[in-house]
């Protein structure tokens, strides 16, 4: 058999639909041995578009995504997503191209250590040397992609190895338990959380997997304890729960952060030092439990007092099972917190001014969508908004991004998102800085005949740069651009432009475009006025 069309076979064992790409001449024999196969091709404009892609499929299938570029800036164009997935903790394979590695073709054009260059944002990065090594090397990639913690796997496929002839066979996928925490370590929890006065829950990344939502769910209405979220851990657990305190947007100051400062144990479930992390311990202060797949990366700002390691569904249902001491729990000074948490939340979400309030667009959609409907974010100011003040009902129903935080990256998942789960509704909501980033994938979202709402929120500028510009008393400095018309860049691909003129225009807008077909794109007006008085002053003075 050839060896690129056993590669093909191979992720075709591996249950791979879709395979996301820019394509170069060093791909093209795998190109040809795609065409041939169930796999569907899904051409991007941009290598970073398909390694986004990949990655949301990761995140939301848990199987690992694959995505494909050529040699040299294909391949670098493949370094932020491989980063994206690496630190988000979503599985993904990246295949890329390479000249001929028998005999020279065209001297050192183009070509640089890509194996290399994928080390430090990868768990596994190969070149593949022989057609009878892809079977094994395709095995491993996807065991090392989707084990805990998950990430991201290269393999380069030379275009003389992808011609060769290959007796090479397929290997089967083999799945693995994962190992329980030992019952000493749970017996350390259970002491810890029956001596504790005020416990506190705090969901992290590495809770939001299928099972687990279910398990928590079930351990927080068991216990009664009151619970929060990181922000990539959103939805894990309903938040319209009576026990959600929120979701730690910031690092410091907010009004959550008052209930964290009062716990004298945080239960710490899914959470590594990646994802900007929701309090600062203090050396004697309040003890924190880790549970996840791994022990804790120590850190300033973290170090666990127990590390309880393993299965996370199967050590919070025997936490859950073997706590009965709990008569010195006393939750009334989180549940205080919690009034105030939603009452200042709350305070602008019928503030109808335009340019519109983050607020007020978080409210306007919060309110439009059923609760498996999805939205994404870009990279920005807005996010800490989104984070804040979107209730979010079911796990992976608010994707961001809290580990690289990487712009450009909106767009492309929710195009995944869509795509994985076309009865649903998508939104995107990304800034005009974002958008650009990848904004030409667009056309592919078309091509694609996607039904998708993208709003932009248009303020000409870094904004969440400028917000820190500001928080730092520098003067307002190099960060203001200016944009495109961004309904005729919209109407240029195939899709509609709206540009709303009022609150009541935008909310007609938006309900439009959530029920039409095809790719609509709002420019909306944004009004950032509040950033600094609120998430800067006020929240800092309320801790002075």
């Known amino acids: 058999m050839k060896a690129s069309d056993l590669f093909v076979k191979a992720l075709e064992n591996e249950g791979v639909k ?14 040809e041995s795609i065409r041939k196969s169930t796999i569907e091709l899904v051409l991007t ?6 390694g986004f892609m990949a990655a949301t499929y990761g995140r939301l299938t848990e199987q690992p995504g694959v995505c494909m570029a050529t040699l040299g800036p294909g391949a ?16 993904m394979m990246m295949i890329t191209g390479q000249k001929p590695i028998k005999k020279s073709k065209q001297g050192r054009f183009q070509i640089i250590d890509v194996v290399d260059l994928m080390r430090p944002v990868s768990k596994f990065t190969r070149q593949i040397v022989n057609g009878n090594t892809i079977a094994p090397l395709t095995r491993e990639s996807f065991r090392l992609a ?6 991201t796997v290269h393999l380069e496929f030379p275009e003389d190895i992808a011609r060769e002839d290959t007796d090479g066979q397929l290997l089967d996928p083999v799945g693995s338990r994962r190992p329980d925490a030992t019952d000493e370590d749970i017996r350390d929890a259970v002491r810890l959380i029956e001596a504790a006065n005020h416990p506190l829950l705090l969901i992290g990344a590495g809770a939001n997997r299928k099972n687990t939502s279910r398990v928590l769910t079930e351990f927080v209405d068991k216990t009664g304890m009151m619970f929060f979220n990181t922000q990539m851990g959103k939805g894990v657990i309903d938040e319209r729960s009576p026990h959600y305190l929120g979701t730690a947007a910031l690092s410091d100051h907010d009004f959550l952060h008052d209930a964290i400062d009062q716990a004298d144990l945080i239960i710490n479930v899914g959470h590594d030092v990646i994802e900007k992390p929701p309090f600062f311990m203090k050396h004697g202060g309040t003890k924190v439990i880790h549970i996840n797949f791994q022990p804790a990366e120590v850190d300033e700002v973290y170090f666990p007092q127990l590390n309880v390691v393993g299965d996370i569904d199967s050590t919070i249902s025997r936490l859950g099972d073997a706590i009965q001491n709990t008569d010195n729990w006393n939750f009334d000074q989180f549940k205080a917190v919690k009034k105030k948490v939603e009452s200042h939340l709350g305070k602008y979400f019928e503030d109808d001014r335009f340019p519109i309030l983050p607020q007020r667009l978080v409210n306007l959609l919060r309110n439009r969508m059923a609760e498996e409907d999805m939205v994404t974010l ?16 079911r796990r992976n129903t608010l994707l961001l991004d809290n580990a690289l935080a990487s712009m450009g990256a909106g767009l492309p998942s929710a195009m995944m998102a869509k795509m994985i789960y076309p009865d649903r509704k998508v939104v995107t909501v990304c800034g005009d800085g974002g958008f650009m980033m990848n904004s030409q994938e667009l056309e592919t979202a078309v091509r694609l005949n996607l039904d998708l ?6 303020d000409n500028a870094y904004g969440m740069i400028k917000w820190k510009q500001k928080d730092l008393g520098f003067d307002d400095y190099g960060l203001d651009y200016r944009n495109p018309d961004f309904v005729k ?11 709303p003129e009022s609150d009541a225009d935008f909310q007609e807008i938006l309900d439009r475009c959530l029920s039409e077909k095809g790719v609509k794109v709002i420019d909306l007006p944004v009004d950032y006025s509040l950033n600094h008085p609120i998430l800067n002053e006020l929240l800092k003075k309320k801790r002075d």
């Open 18 to 31: 879709y395979i996301f790409a820019v394509p170069g001449e060093e791909n093209i024999d795998f190109l």
């Open 45 to 50: 404009r941009h290598e970073q578009g398909a």
């Open 76 to 91: 670098t164009n493949l370094i932020t997503p491989a980063a994206y997935a690496q630190l988000g903790a979503m599985p």
């Open 146 to 151: 989707q084990e805990e913690r998950p990430g």
């Open 378 to 393: 870009d990279n920005g100011i807005y996010k800490i908004w989104f984070a804040r003040n979107y209730k979010a009902y």
């Open 453 to 458: 709402t993208v709003i932009i929120l248009n």
């Open 489 to 499: 860049y919209a109407e240029s691909y195939g899709a509609k432009g709206f540009r």
